[in-house]
Nanobody, 118 residues
Framework: QVQLVESGGGLVQPGGSLRLSCAAS????????MGWYRQAPGKQRELVAI???????NYADSVKGRFTISRDNAKNTVYLQMNSLKPDDTAVYYCKLTTIWGARNDYWGQGTQVTVSS
């Protein structure tokens, strides 16, 4: 059973920073990618940033230059450093782990709220 536990969300003023963490536990075989998604009220869930097995990273255009995703393999943890936050970044942020071990499996965290407001 794979579990993802997110932390680090909260309330921050525009221009501020937050760092999200997502720790994966359990039997993880065939790691493929780990990333962050977000869902704002009334909107679809969207990709924010992803880190693949080969070490490549991809970002949504809206966060390029402001957000940085990183991964600690020893801790099975992925981080999202968010700088220069804007009110439009307000959303519930979800962590996702994708494994391919015979079949593909996607695992989601419970989500953490990020609110950017003055």
């Amino acid at each position: 059973q794979v579990q993802l536990v997110e932390s680090g969300g909260g309330l921050v003023q525009p221009g501020g920073s937050l760092r999200l963490s997502c720790a994966a536990s359990g039997s993880i075989f065939g790691f493929n990618a780990m990333g962050w998604y977000r869902q704002a009220p009334g909107k679809q869930r969207e990709l924010v940033a992803i880190n693949t097995r080969g070490g490549s990273t991809n970002y949504a255009d809206s966060v390029k230059g402001r957000f940085t995703i990183s991964r600690d393999n020893a801790k099975n943890t992925v981080y999202l450093q968010m700088n220069s936050l804007k009110p439009d970044d307000t959303a519930v942020y979800y962590c996702k782990l994708t494994t391919i071990w015979g079949a593909r499996n996607d695992y989601w965290g419970q989500g953490t709220q990020v609110t950017v407001s003055s």
